[in-house]
């Protein structure tokens, strides 16, 4: 009795098994992405599809935690992503011992290369060796297939070691998303008895990973630990469903968007965990992080939010600039009346105000006294002849500065010097003036006028206080740039 009873609780575990097996074996696989709440309180987490089985609703169990208390999703949305994911792919291959086993391993590869350049993304190849640390990066498909050299190696002792270091080559590329898939012979054993330890480490990266050999305890173990999945080689159809699952993994990711229940204002500064639940399958939990301040950085990056706000800012800016500069003509208007205070012989009769006069005079009235004093000077040397030097053809070279060497031809009766863009000649220079020198060509000789400029014009080494003329080889300084006169 005690044995049949034994036998049928065998029976029933067994098809209890079977049962459960069936009905999990069509979950789908996802790699799950922190929680994004740009739009908050709409939040969205986004998945990646490991396999190409179909995703629905109900497979999903989501919960929030605020504090001690736990609250279910009951609103969750399964929507797709617009945007294709770039496959990245990290392809493991054993060194080969013979032609047709090399013809076989770059078919295979040659095979993923292809289906990663149709995703504009990146396809390495690594091969297992143990005297050196061997990948390839970006190789062609074509290539691959026809005439690429694939090295000879031993066979590695090591194989667990060798995937250990391309592992953490894997952890440092943050660029895309990888997958990581694994190609082993049936007699391959070395260190294989580290599976366990291999696994947990793709494990805890996060990794999708694809095992592609003949069966074994030792590689199936792997599998599991790594919670990846097992395409045996005696099966005709296992390289048709990898290949079936590597497009699925590049397929848009879909996104689980929920508005969360606690809807806690953004001025608060708060923590919320989401539990993410798959039947099956290890869950997620994230914990997102919510204030003002973070708020506040999502939507200066908000490009519909930032551009309208930067434009208003600059057209606050211009208006202020535009109220000043009318402002400071206002003031120079004023400043240039006549000061009835001054010109007054009445206001000026204590020995003070005499002292004041004077000292005004001789600080403004002679400046003012050589300003027309120059423009007497130019209106004279206009209009009558000049002594000088005629030449039939005048230029500048410049001798320093940006254009250093630099001629200019002196082919106008008249020719302006200065910063501004109307100049006949603009020089790149922030000590010189918009219009701050003038040469015009007067009976054959070229003159040289200072268009009263703050700094002044220098000929050769001395400041130009009345035009001169201008003879071969003369040096004129311009702010900081220096010129050399050529006349023939």
């Known amino acids: 009795m005690e044995k049949n009873l034994k036998q049928l609780t065998i029976f029933f575990t067994v098809l209890l098994s079977l049962y459960s097996h069936s009905i999990f074996a069509e979950v789908p696989e996802l790699r799950l992405y922190p929680p994004n709440t740009s739009a908050y309180p709409e939040i969205q987490i986004e998945a990646r599809r490991l396999n190409a089985h179909t995703v629905n609703r109900d497979q999903f169990s989501l919960t929030e935690t605020f504090g001690e208390t736990k609250k279910f999703i009951t609103d969750l949305q399964i929507l797709e992503s617009k945007k294709s994911s770039p496959l990245r792919v990290y392809l493991s291959i054993p060194s080969f011992r013979n ?64 995937l250990e270091k391309l592992l953490e080559v894997i952890k440092k590329d943050k660029e895309l998303d990888a997958a990581l898939i694994s190609v082993f012979w049936t ?43 097992f395409y045996p080689m005696e099966k005709r159809d296992s390289f048709s469903k990898l290949l079936s699952d590597l497009q699925t993994v590049s397929s848009p990711k879909i996104i689980l968007s929920y508005q969360t ?14 539990d993410v639940a798959l039947p099956n399958q290890t869950g997620a939990k994230f914990i997102y992080e919510e204030n003002f301040t973070f708020y506040l950085l999502r939507k200066a990056g908000d490009p519909f939010l930032f551009f309208p706000v930067f434009i208003f800012l600059i057209l606050i800016c211009f208006s202020v600039l535009y109220y000043l500069k009318g402002f400071e003509e206002k ?20 020995d003070a105000n005499l002292a004041e006069v004077s000292v005004y005079r001789n600080l403004y009235g002679s400046v003012h006294e050589k300003a027309r004093e120059r423009e007497a000077l130019e209106k004279i040397l206009e209009k009558e002849s000049v002594s000088g030097i005629e030449y039939g053809y005048g230029s500048l070279v410049q001798k320093d ?56 014009v220098y000929l050769n080494g001395k400041k130009l206080l009345r035009p001169k003329t201008l003879t071969d080889l003369d040096e004129i300084k311009v702010g900081r740039t220096v010129f050399s006169f050529r006349g023939r």
């Open 99 to 162: 032609a047709e086993e090399r013809y076989w391993i770059l078919q295979f590869a040659s095979s993923i290369a292809k289906l990663c350049e149709k995703t504009k993304g990146k396809f390495y190849l690594h091969v297992i060796a143990d005297d050196e640390f061997l990948l390839y990066e970006n190789i062609n498909s074509e290539k691959m297939a026809t005439s690429f050299h694939l090295p000879s190696k031993k066979e590695s002792k090591f194989p667990v070691r060798s």
């Open 187 to 229: 007699d391959t054993k070395g260190d294989l008895f580290r599976a366990d330890e291999l696994g947990k480490k793709i494990q805890s990266s996060n990794l999708p990973y694809y095992l592609y050999a003949f069966s074994s305890p030792e590689l199936t173990h792997l599998t599991e630990s790594a919670r990846g999945f």
């Open 261 to 274: 229940p606690w809807k806690k204002p953004i001025w608060e500064k708060f923590e919320i965990q989401v």
């Open 331 to 350: 003031q120079s208007i004023i400043r240039s009346m006549p000061n009835p205070s001054i010109n007054s012989p009445k206001e000026f009769r204590n």
């Open 401 to 456: 500065g940006i254009k250093a060497g630099y001629t200019f031809a002196l082919d106008k009766e008249e020719i302006i010097l200065g910063r501004g863009e109307s100049c006949d000649f603009v020089i790149w220079d922030n000590l010189v003036e918009p219009r701050h020198a003038k040469i015009k060509k007067v009976n054959n000789c070229y003159v040289l006028f200072d268009m009263a400029s703050e700094l002044g």
